[in-house]
């Protein structure tokens, strides 16, 4: 009996169609590539959001510079910097809205990381006050042009030297009628429940770490100037998930809340927005914060 012999024959489908190993630069290559896709979509869904929803993307009144229309439209980018700038000018110049000051009388009380830290806290109010629907007129008081809180303002700031902010080298009791300057501490007995626009409202220019008590309040009590602490436990209170309870808050983040409420009068949004959720406070039930509200400064 005769067996006919078999050939083997190489599957040419199988190994045409088996993918190829591709080289490690090639690799990076694709990575990168899919990396820069994946930054040019997350910036095309930020620039969406702040032309439609974000409030940053503000309406700003045109009649201080021809760049917008007579109705104010929305503007972001370069457009929205020179007219804010000009706006914030303008306020400046003629004195027309509210005086929040930032007293920087406590340098010597500060490490270098501590006014790096105070600097860049300055530039977020800037920031903010920038793009307020209803912008104050933000003044550093105790300013000195030679100091390392200045070297660091100018480091930390891109362009700070050409910011609308009001540089005053006196200090604030020198500056403005101790009646009315409202001093803020969280040190402080009386809760501020109003502000009163004719009044300075001055936040002291102190980051301290080491969280040492009664430094601006102590000021307060030597110049006989009035001080009030943020009306915290009035409209807040302990949330039940933790925090650390304290209302010691950065200066930038009580320049945020006097900014809030200055625009909306409504103090638990102010404070809503403004406090982090790490410090542990909340908004009250309506009826309990009604019964706790103090006199009216």
Request: net charge positive; with cysteine; aromatic share 6%.
């Amino acid at each position: 009996m005769s067996s006919e012999s078999t050939t083997l024959v190489p599957n040419v489908e199988n190994e045409s169609t088996k993918p190829k190993r591709l080289p490690r630069s090639a690799k990076k290559r694709l990575r990168y590539e899919r990396i820069l896709q994946q930054r040019k979509q997350a910036h095309k869904k930020k620039k969406k959001r702040i032309s439609s929803n974000d409030p940053s993307s503000i309406l700003l009144p045109s009649n201080s510079t021809d760049i917008l229309t007579n109705q104010g439209i929305p503007v972001t980018g370069k457009i929205f910097k020179r007219a804010a700038n000009e706006r914030l000018a303008e306020i400046n110049r003629e004195s027309i809205a509210p005086i929040i000051c930032i007293d920087c009388a406590y340098n010597e009380s500060m490490s270098t990381k501590e006014l790096a830290s105070l600097a860049r806290q300055i530039g977020r109010c800037y920031s903010s006050n920038r793009r307020s629907i209803k912008p104050v007129q933000l003044i550093l008081t105790n300013w000195s042009n030679d100091s390392l809180l200045a070297q660091e303002c100018r480091r930390v700031n891109k362009g700070f030297d050409n910011f609308q902010i009001i540089r005053n080298d006196k200090s604030i009791h020198e500056s403005y009628p101790t009646e009315h300057l409202i001093y803020l501490s969280p040190n402080a007995e009386k809760q501020l429940t109003e502000i009163n626009e004719q009044n300075i409202h001055v936040i002291g220019g102190l980051v301290d770490e080491s969280v040492r008590k009664n430094m601006t309040f102590g000021v307060c009590q030597d110049k006989n100037i009035a001080c009030y602490k943020l009306p915290i436990e009035t409209y807040m209170e302990h949330s039940i998930n933790g925090g650390t309870y304290n209302q010691i808050l950065s200066i930038n983040q009580v320049f945020d809340i006097l900014l809030t409420y200055i625009t909306t009068k409504d103090w638990e949004q102010a404070l809503k927005k403004n406090i982090p959720e790490r410090k542990g406070w909340v908004i009250k039930n309506k009826s309990d914060s009604d019964e706790n509200k103090t006199d009216i400064v």
